[in-house]
């Protein structure tokens, strides 16, 4: 088990992962359509789609923390 400091980057790995995962097979498949190699194209894709996502993970993250922040409406505090 990793220490708690490091849940964000555990995180931004894991989830980059599973996107660049579906994302890849996605668009291998949209792309090139199913052949006898679609397996092997697709785990290529998505080794360089995983390098790609997860550092862009760390640059987009804030932005988007950011950006949902003024989308979302909160309740305002009534002073006492």
């Not at 400091?5 to 790995?13: G, L, Y």
């Not at 006898?36 to 987009?60: G, I, N, Q, R």
């Amino acid at each position: 088990m990793f220490p708690a400091k490091f849940q964000p980057v555990i995180f931004a790995f894991i989830m980059s992962g599973f996107m660049a995962f579906l994302m890849s097979g996605i668009l291998t498949f949209i792309n090139l359509g199913w052949f006898s190699d679609f397996v092997t194209a697709w785990l290529k894709a998505y080794l360089y789609a995983h390098a790609c996502a997860f550092p862009l993970v760390f640059v987009f993250a804030p932005l988007s923390r950011r950006l949902s922040a003024r989308l979302i409406k909160t309740p305002q505090l009534s002073g006492n």
